[in-house]
Each structure stands twice: as C-alpha cells, then as structure tokens.
C-alpha cells in the first residue's frame, strides 16, 4: 500500500509540473518530498558527503572540458535560460533536484531494496526517472542512464546527498556553463584559419 502511495504522490507531481504554474514549483518540490517522507515512513539517509564531493568535482571538470571544445560551447550556446544564475542555485534545487532525488534515489529506491534488492531498485527506479521525462524521447535514454549512475552513487554512498549533489551540479552547471558562452560571445565556430 505504501509504494501505491508514493507512486500516486509522484504521479500527481509530475501532472502538477506540467499543468501547474512554475512560479509554484520551487514550492511544491520541497513539500511534495516532504509528504512523501510522510506517506513513507522513510527518511533518506543523509550521508555520503565524500562522494558528493567527488561527484561534484567530476561533474566540474566534465564542464570544463566541454568547455574547451568547439562543439562542446555551440551545443551549451544553443541554450538559454532567464535568469540563469538564480535558476541554477534556487530554481534547480528546490524544483526539480530535492524532489527527484527524494522520490528515486530515497523514498522508492529504499522501499524496493528493501523488498528485491539493491539492483532491482536500481533497475526500477532508473527506467522509472527515464520516463520521468517524457515526452522528451532523447532524454529519457539519457536520463535513464544517468538514473543508473545516481542509483549507484546512493548505494555506494548509503545516501541521498552525492546522488543530490550530482544531480544539482549536472543541471545547475550545464545552466551557468550555457550562460556564460552565450554571455562571452558566439560559440567558436572550430575554423582555425584566421587569415
């Protein structure tokens, strides 16, 4: 009865993500998680701030390097985001980040391993965070992957935070990063002949 619940809860938020204003949905993330606790019974451990430091670190360095590519600041370039700093620093976690990760990586993924298994809840919860994204079809592969790796991470771990961490620094970056190639001119074009 409990995964019923938590499953309708993340139902209802996804819906409301869609169709509610956006305006609310700093809000809404923190609470919807919170009720989830509640509905649960589960409190996400939070621990793993080693791990949370590498992932952070990882996810720096893979900016910076993409940073460094000419196709890498076209693709960030292609982006744009209104106010992108307090986007990437209050919109992104509290939006989107405390409650995907709460919900996947905390609330369900705890209550499937508890009753199948670290993979299974892995597996579930990945394919499920995939989905999430619909009906983006090229992220939801994406996605789905990248559920795999913060499922690992919150395994490894024994927590929320790196997987929290990780998610925060992907997102939130990737709004800086395209913010700051839009801001410092047009992406580089990779012609090198300057004649």
């Not at 989830?36 to 360095?61: D, E, F, I, K, Q």
């Not at 970056?173 to 395209?178: D, F, K, Q």
Request: charged letters at 10%; glycine letters at 12%; aromatic letters at 8%.
């Amino acid at each position: 009865m409990t995964l019923a619940a938590v499953l309708l809860i993340m139902a209802a938020v996804r819906v409301w993500n869609h169709r509610g204003p956006a305006r609310a949905q700093s809000c809404t993330g923190p609470l919807a998680a919170a009720l989830l606790v509640a509905v649960s019974g589960r409190v996400p451990p939070l621990t793993g701030w080693g791990y949370a430091l590498g992932a952070a670190c990882a996810m720096t360095a893979g900016y910076g390097i993409v940073l460094l590519v000419p196709a890498g600041r076209r693709a960030l370039a292609a982006r744009s985001y209104d106010h992108p700093v307090r986007k990437a620093l209050i919109g992104v976690p509290l939006s989107t980040v405390v409650f995907e990760e709460v919900a996947f990586r905390g609330v369900l993924w705890a209550l499937i391993a508890d009753g199948h298994g670290v993979v299974w809840a892995t597996v579930i919860t990945a394919v499920l965070f995939g989905f999430w994204h619909l009906p983006d079809r090229g992220e939801v592969a994406f996605t789905t992957l990248a559920g795999v790796l913060l499922s690992i991470l919150r395994a490894a771990s024994g927590g929320i935070i790196a997987p929290f961490v990780l998610h925060w620094t992907a997102n939130g970056l990737g709004i800086l990063a395209s913010a700051w190639v839009r801001r410092s001119g047009p992406a580089d074009s990779g012609d090198t002949d300057k004649s």
